[in-house]
């Protein structure tokens, strides 16, 4: 199985911040990795798939980079809607989401 | 513009079958090449997936959840269905219902309001 590593758990930040959240797979998947935003009692968001293309409809401030086995999301300047719980989803062998990042107001 | 609704019982019986049903509108699930998945969420916990079927009707399962699982498609209903056998305590979750962005793509663009089921006595 491959296991998908996000890191931090729990991001503390303001409105305005860069923020960046990281996605490591215990092994390489190219660059077959998606990304969702989760607010609570809600379905996830598609936001990024195949690491660094951006979803119709999502904001510009979203982006992703990376392949093989590490990965980052950059949200450019956070705004009130992006506070949420982020996921990445590898999809090379079978599919497995990370442990997810929740993006709190400090 | 796609739009998915899970249904079916809220409680299940441990040891027993849980079994839902994700309806489709805006869309069919025998539109060529796209997958049709079934993805859940213990409470407080990151997603699962759990398998899909194709439109063709063929089907793919997480490995750990295979041998329990069961999904497949209603072309006449415009359904698709999950089965999932000897649930226990751990098989708590919020369930979706999803299907891929595109044609032949494995990531998840449209997606039910999601369903929980308790398993419980």
């Known amino acids: 199985d491959i296991q998908m590593t996000q890191s931090p758990s729990t991001l503390s930040a303001s409105v305005g911040d860069r923020v960046t959240i990281t996605c490591r797979a215990s092994?390489?998947?190219?660059?077959?990795l998606a990304w969702y935003q989760q607010e609570p009692g809600k379905a996830p968001k598609l936001l990024i798939y195949?690491?660094?293309r951006l979803q119709t409809g999502v904001p510009s401030r979203f982006s992703g980079s990376g392949s093989g086995t590490e990965f980052t999301l950059t949200i450019s300047s956070l705004q009130p809607d992006d506070f949420a719980t982020y996921y990445c989803q590898q999809y090379n062998t079978h599919q497995t989401f990370g442990q997810g990042t929740k993006v709190e107001v400090k | 513009q796609v739009q998915l609704r899970e249904s079916g019982p809220r409680l299940v019986k441990p040891s027993e079958t849980l079994s839902l049903t994700c309806t489709v509108s805006?869309?069919?699930?025998?539109?060529?090449?796209?997958?049709w998945s079934w993805i859940r969420q213990p409470p407080g916990k990151t997603l699962e997936w759990i398998g899909y079927v194709f439109y063709t009707g063929s089907t793919n399962y997480n490995p750990s959840l295979k041998s329990r699982v069961i999904i497949s498609r209603d072309t006449s209903r415009n359904q698709f269905s999950l089965r999932l056998n000897s649930v226990t305590a751990a098989d708590t979750a919020v369930y979706y219902c999803a299907r891929g962005v595109g044609i032949y793509d494995y990531f998840w663009g449209y997606w039910g309001q999601g369903t929980l089921v308790t398993v419980s006595s």
């Open positions: 092994q390489s998947i190219s660059s077959w």
């Open positions: 195949d690491a660094s």
């Open positions: 805006g869309g069919s699930v025998s539109s060529a090449n796209y997958y």
